[in-house]
Nanobody, 117 residues
Framework: QVQLVESGGGLVQAGGSLRLSCAAS????????WGWYRQAPGKQRELVAT???????NYPDSVKGRVTISRDNAKNTVYLQMNSLKPEDTAVYYC???????????WGQGTQVTVSS
C-alpha cells in the first residue's frame, strides 16, 4: 500500500500563494492517479484537483484557474500550486492515491492551510 505525506501548508494572507507537496512511498501498484481534497471545519471533504496517469488534470469550478496539480515521477511527489488564495480556501488539505475506478486507495494525514483576510 502506498503511504502519503503532505507538507507545505501554513498561514498566508488573502491573495497569496502556497505550494503543497505530497511524497509517496511504498507500493503504487493499482494507483492510476492522484488527487488533492480539502475539508473545512463543519463541512464535507471536497475535491480540489486530480491528475491521471497520462497527465490529464481536472478541477472543480471553485478553484479552476487558481490551482494547478502536477507530479514529479522521479521524486514520487505530487504538488498543488495554489494562487490568489481566499479565506474560503481555509481547510485541511489531503493528498490521495486513486484507483482506476477513481476510488481513494490511500489518504495522507493532511496539512492545514489558513488564509487570513
Amino acid at each position: 500500500q502506498v503511504q502519503l505525506v503532505e507538507s507545505g501548508g501554513g498561514l498566508v494572507q488573502a491573495g497569496g500563494s502556497l505550494r503543497l507537496s505530497c511524497a509517496a512511498s511504498g507500493s503504487t501498484f493499482g494507483v492510476w492517479g492522484w488527487g488533492w481534497y480539502r475539508q473545512a471545519p463543519g463541512k464535507q471533504r471536497e475535491l480540489v484537483a486530480t491528475i491521471r496517469g497520462g497527465g490529464s488534470t481536472n478541477y472543480p469550478d471553485s478553484v479552476k484557474g487558481r490551482v494547478t496539480i502536477s507530479r514529479d515521477n522521479a521524486k514520487n511527489t505530487v504538488y498543488l500550486q495554489m494562487n490568489s488564495l481566499k479565506p474560503e480556501d481555509t481547510a485541511v488539505y489531503y493528498c490521495a492515491a486513486l484507483t482506476a475506478s477513481w476510488h481513494v486507495a490511500s489518504w495522507g494525514q493532511g496539512t492545514q492551510v489558513t488564509v487570513s483576510s
